[in-house]
Nanobody, 122 residues
Framework: QLQASGGGLVQAGGSLRLSCATS????????MGWFRQAPGKEREFVAT????????YYASSVKGRFTISRDNAKNTIYLQMNSLKPEDTAVYYC?????????????????WGQGTLVTVSS
């Protein structure tokens, strides 16, 4: 089970760090991803990281502002979000896939967390 946390209300230009932890199983060798869904919009890809952490890919809308990382010893992945914009407002979900490679397509993921709400005020 994946548990996402760290969301909240922040002003534009601010920062938040999201965490995604698992209990009961290890995340080592699992590819991981962050996705988000804004009100009235479809879910979209944000960032992905390989099992080893050696491969990372970002959506163009967040590249340079967001950083995905992982601590396999803690079975946790992170999404550091800087220079937040109102258009970043969404529920953020973490997901895992048995294959250790990166993936931008949500259908490639096997397990999903419950989501954490990020609200960026202007």
């Amino acid at each position: 089970q994946l548990q996402a946390s760290g969301g909240g209300l922040v002003q534009a230009g601010g920062s938040l760090r999201l965490s995604c932890a698992t209990s009961g199983r290890t995340l080592i060798d699992y590819g991981m991803g962050w996705f988000r869904q804004a009100p009235g919009k479809e879910r979209e890809f944000v960032a992905t990281i390989s099992g080893s952490g050696g491969s990372i890919y970002y959506a163009s809308s967040v590249k340079g502002r967001f950083t995905i990382s992982r601590d396999n010893a803690k079975n946790t992945i992170y999404l550091q979000m800087n220079s937040l914009k109102p258009e970043d407002t969404a529920v953020y979900y973490c997901a895992s896939r048995a294959l250790g490679t990166i993936a931008t397509d949500g259908s490639r993921y096997d397990y999903w967390g419950q989501g954490t709400l990020v609200t960026v005020s202007s």
